[in-house]
């Protein structure tokens, strides 16, 4: 009997694990693209780019290790890290509360029931298609240089004569910040998604016993739609501290001027292509993985203290 | 059971009449040599290349050639990375900051075997073929010779009643009569000259009229921080004077032709080198002259000098090695290859060669070609190639004259702190 048992099993197990493998092996040949793609392209160079970063390497020769040299330089050091990260922090923090309450604000809009919702709806995502573009690097410069439509538009109102806010270092980032908030697009269609989740009978109830608009928003549509703002404050954060492209377009790749819109992307990008330090680059690159990790760790952690689910 | 068999069967039936397409692709592609070609620059360029390609492939009916072609900015980090991958196109062009990285590194392949056979260029004489070697060998072929030169806008200076800044001014009456253009334009917004406090080639030049340099044979820092402060001081009194752009003007600028002042119809004067003046004039509805920079007046040293504007190098991973070198040769020799490229990439080397495009050269061609003639006695020598982190300095020179030029520092404090960093740069390699 036991013998039996002991010899039957394993065989079973592995005619039942062949018959899996042949019920599952079309599924793995339609993943095999992604698969493939993303073992390849995805987790074999961040793997090599760990090992970079404690390597000194120009692209051209042969990596040489370095130990943790490129970390102490950094942290002791490096007086444009430092530049990088105020640049960036800054933009995080002004472009996602910005950008989040205006497409939820827009989002509240669309939801009133107007006609020609999927027109507007349409015209409002075009600007998050268009994504950042050489096109919209120009349309920004002629927009907030100094004699762009923007100071023209101040000359006329109010006689003011304005700087050129997108090559003063006092302002540049702001007009970046701006032209974050303008993608306003995709948080805005999920927003929708989660107004139309909200019963209706709710706001009936509410407006019954006598809660006026402003009310019904802090009471019901905010509470309710909590789940959805802390998905879109998530996602956002984490494109905010990977934004490259606005900046990289604006400045042609320099960060400037002087500096003011070096994103911390744009510096690990200029050591790594521009200057050759790829080893350095990688160390910069697993920083902001670190950053952008603790920052999400940190968000799910809190979440259970303002999250609403309805179960 | 039966549905995964037949899975199974299709999935190698298609695999392998796709082996058999790449296998007939292959064969198709033998008897054939394929070369890629990759270079920085305009349109204007690449349509000269292209129509140079496509005259070599006419008589070399067995050659490909695939060209791919970036600006400037962003073919560094290209090439960076095919040399990484050891995947560099046959034949690239070589900027002279860039040769000796590439070449001591082993990615680029030593010419010498190819001199006297496929390349024939013993005519272009000892200065204009030493400029592509590196440690004695040769690994960049000069595709012609420019020097650093100033673009004027004529007309403005004319119609304000002024003269305007010719070859011999020095920059104390450069600064003075670009003031006074100003002052007799009365347009909002339009200034004398460009702010070139930030530009490198204008910084060497000045550097080298005071008889220093950028860096020494060595590879160090070869000037002082006091000099840094007398050159930001210059600018700044030039901004102030609103005898050049102010600082939020001259941040627009990419350091490219499109987005400079000149172009931008916010200033009458552009710093820039002598093969640009073809693009340039495109997009200026003004005519424009070539002169030299402003010198630093009596007593002063030659600052420009003519160095290769670019050279063509060949890959060390190179299937095709020697056809790339023909390939070269019809560039530089073959009157049909010269006249295809005209002036656009400088003034060629080879003599011969330069009397095919004089041939049929237009104004502007003439022009450029008289200036580079009219410079000739008055250059220094080739510097040395700049040492490894040249372009990080380059890139800090133009944010530490825009900290002058947005207040953010004085003239006399960013010159130490540009000397320090350029220093630390240096040191870190």
């Given at each position: 009997m036991a013998t039996a048992v002991g010899t039957a099993v394993p065989l079973e197990r592995g005619v039942r694990r062949r018959l899996a493998l042949g019920r599952n092996l079309p599924g793995y040949m339609f993943l095999a693209p992604w698969l493939a793609g993303f073992l390849l392209l995805t987790l074999g160079p961040t793997v090599v780019s760990l090992w970079l970063s404690f390597t000194n390497f120009d692209l051209i020769g042969d990596p040489r290790w370095v130990g943790a040299a490129n970390y102490v330089r950094i942290a002791t050091a490096d007086e444009k890290f430092w530049t990088s990260m105020k640049v960036t922090f800054l933009y995080v923090v002004l472009a996602v509360p910005f950008k989040l309450t205006f497409a939820l604000l827009v989002a509240m809009a669309l939801n009133k029931g107007i006609s020609g919702l999927t027109v507007y709806r349409a015209i409002f995502y075009l600007p998050s298609l268009l994504g950042a573009s050489v096109a919209i690097a120009v349309l920004w410069r002629n927009l907030f240089a100094g004699d762009g439509l923007v100071n023209q538009l101040l000359f006329w109102a109010f006689g003011l004569k304005g700087p050129s806010w997108?090559?003063?270092?006092?302002?540049?980032?702001?007009?970046?910040?701006?032209?974050?908030?303008?993608?306003?697009?995709?948080?805005?269609?999920?927003?929708?998604?989660?107004?139309?989740?909200?019963?209706?009978?709710?706001?009936?109830?509410?407006?019954?016993?006598?809660?006026?608009?402003?009310?019904?928003?802090?009471?019901?549509?905010?509470?309710?739609?909590?789940?959805?703002?802390?998905?879109?404050a998530v996602v956002q954060t984490i494109e905010a501290f990977k934004a490259f492209t606005p900046a990289f377009?604006?400045?042609?790749?320099?960060?400037?001027?002087?500096?003011?819109?070096?994103?911390?992307?744009?510096?690990?990008?200029?050591?790594?292509?521009?200057?050759?330090?790829?080893?350095?680059?990688?160390?910069?690159?697993?920083?902001?993985?670190?950053?952008?990790?603790?920052?999400?760790?940190?968000?799910?952690?809190?979440?259970?203290?303002?999250?609403?689910?309805?179960? | 059971m039966s549905e995964i068999r037949i899975t199974r069967r299709a999935a190698l039936a298609g695999a392998g009449s796709a082996a058999m397409l790449a296998l007939s692709s292959r064969l198709a592609l033998a008897q054939e040599k394929r070369l890629r070609m990759f270079w920085w620059g305009s349109k204007e360029r690449a349509d000269r290349t292209y129509k140079a390609n496509e005259l070599y492939t006419a008589r070399n009916a067995s050659t490909k050639i695939d060209g791919e072609t970036l600006g400037w900015t962003d073919y560094w980090p290209r090439v960076a990375t095919q040399a990484a991958g050891r995947n560099l196109a046959d034949v690239l062009q070589m900027d002279y900051r860039y040769i000796f990285e590439y070449a001591r590194r082993g990615a680029l392949?030593?010419?010498?075997q190819f001199m006297g056979k496929a390349l024939d260029i013993a005519d272009f004489g000892a200065p204009s073929i030493d400029c592509?070697?590196?440690?004695?060998?040769?690994?960049?072929?000069?595709?012609?010779?420019?020097?650093?030169?100033?673009l004027t806008n004529v007309s403005a200076f004319e119609a304000a009643g002024l003269k305007a800044p010719k070859t011999g001014i020095d920059w104390k009456e450069f600064s003075a009569l670009c003031g006074e253009l100003t002052?007799?334009?009365?347009?909002?917004?339009?200034?004398?000259?460009?702010?070139?406090?930030?530009?490198?080639?204008?910084?060497?030049?000045?550097?080298?009229?005071?008889?220093?340099?950028?860096?020494?044979?060595?590879g160090q820092v070869a000037f002082s921080a006091d000099d840094m402060g007398e050159w930001f001081a210059m600018w700044d009194a030039m901004r102030k004077a609103k005898a050049c752009v102010p600082a939020d003007v001259q941040a627009l600028d990419k350091q490219n032709i499109e987005t400079n002042p000149l172009t931008l119809g916010k200033a009458a004067v552009a710093f820039a080198h002598s093969n640009q003046l073809v693009g340039y004039q495109a997009v200026n509805p003004n005519k424009l002259a070539i002169d030299m920079y402003p010198t630093i007046g009596a007593g002063g040293k030659p600052g420009q000098y003519l160095k290769p504007s670019m050279l063509f190098s060949i890959a060390a991973n190179s299937k095709n090695a020697e056809e790339a070198a023909k390939i070269?040769?019809?560039?530089?020799k073959d009157p049909e290859g010269v006249k295809a490229v005209g002036v656009e990439r400088g003034v060629p080397a080879s003599p011969a060669a330069r009397n095919v495009v004089a041939a049929d050269l237009d104004e502007l061609g003439?022009?450029?070609?008289?200036?580079?003639?009219?410079?000739?006695?008055?250059?220094?020598?080739?510097?040395?190639?700049?040492?490894?982190?040249?372009?990080?300095?380059?890139?800090?020179?133009?944010?530490?004259?825009?900290?002058?030029?947005?207040?953010?520092a004085t003239a006399a404090?960013?010159?130490?702190?540009?000397?320090?960093?350029?220093?630390?740069?240096?040191?870190?390699?």
């Open positions: 997108v090559s003063d270092p006092d302002y540049a980032l702001y007009t970046l910040v701006i032209l974050s908030i303008w993608q306003f697009g995709s948080p805005m269609i999920i927003f929708l998604a989660g107004l139309r989740q909200i019963p209706q009978d709710m706001y009936e109830a509410a407006s019954l016993d006598g809660a006026g608009p402003t009310r019904q928003f802090f009471k019901i549509t905010l509470p309710l739609l909590t789940p959805v703002v802390f998905f879109n377009i604006v400045s042609e790749g320099t960060g400037g001027p002087v500096d003011s819109t070096l994103f911390y992307t744009l510096y690990l990008y200029q050591e790594a292509f521009a200057f050759l330090r790829m080893g350095y680059a990688s160390a910069l690159a697993w920083i902001l993985v670190v950053i952008i990790a603790f920052f999400t760790a940190f968000s799910f952690l809190t979440a259970k203290y303002w999250v609403h689910y309805d179960d | 392949m030593p010419l010498d592509g070697k590196v440690d004695g060998k040769l690994y960049g072929i000069n595709l012609g010779n420019n020097s650093v030169a100033m002052k007799a334009a009365k347009k909002d917004g339009f200034y004398g000259s460009m702010d070139a406090g930030g530009l490198e080639p204008n910084l060497e030049t000045w550097l080298r009229q005071r008889g220093k340099g950028l860096y020494s044979d060595e070269i040769n019809f560039y530089v003439k022009a450029m070609v008289n200036y580079i003639g009219m410079i000739s006695d008055k250059i220094g020598p080739l510097p040395a190639p700049p040492p490894k982190g040249a372009g990080e300095i380059a890139f800090l020179l133009k944010k530490t004259n825009e900290e002058v030029g947005f207040g953010k404090e960013a010159g130490k702190k540009f000397h320090a960093d350029a220093l630390a740069i240096i040191a870190r390699g």
